[in-house]
């Protein structure tokens, strides 16, 4: 089992940034895929990025020029948003998988087997 804990998120100015974190414990590897997704209220989760255990990196087209993603071993992931909008109004959820990952990075919801509990985002002014 792995256990995934978000951290960072609040309340932003449009414009603004912020940076999510996400430290992964119990049985985390460092060959594991991880990623974020998140989900606007009324609407399906929505796939935000994900990077492998070689740092190859996937992005969902509205984020590719704002967001980054990157991690730090098996433990951490974060995502760097820049230029926030009020439609990234969102919870954001980390993601991890229990199979390697070295040659691509998923982006299918169903392709990530642990999800963490999520972090509040809110861009208002």
């Known amino acids: 089992q792995v256990q995934l804990v978000e951290s960072g998120g609040g309340w932003v100015q449009p414009g603004g940034s912020l940076r999510l974190s996400c430290e992964a414990s119990?049985?985390?590897?460092?060959?594991?895929?991880m990623g974020w997704f998140r989900r606007v209220p009324g609407k399906e989760r929505e796939f935000v990025a994900s990077i492998s255990s070689l740092g190859i990196t996937a992005y969902a087209d509205s984020f590719k020029d704002r967001f980054t993603i990157s991690r730090d071993g098996a433990k951490y992931t974060y995502l760097e948003m820049n230029s926030l909008k009020p439609e990234d109004t969102a919870v954001y959820y980390c993601?991890?998988?229990?199979?390697?990952?070295?040659?691509?990075?998923?982006?299918?919801?169903?392709?990530?087997?642990?999800w963490g509990q999520g972090t509040q985002v809110t861009v208002s002014s």
């Open positions: 119990g049985a985390a590897r460092d060959t594991f895929a």
């Open positions: 993601v991890t998988t229990r199979d390697s990952w070295f040659g691509g990075t998923p982006t299918h919801p169903v392709q990530f087997d642990y």
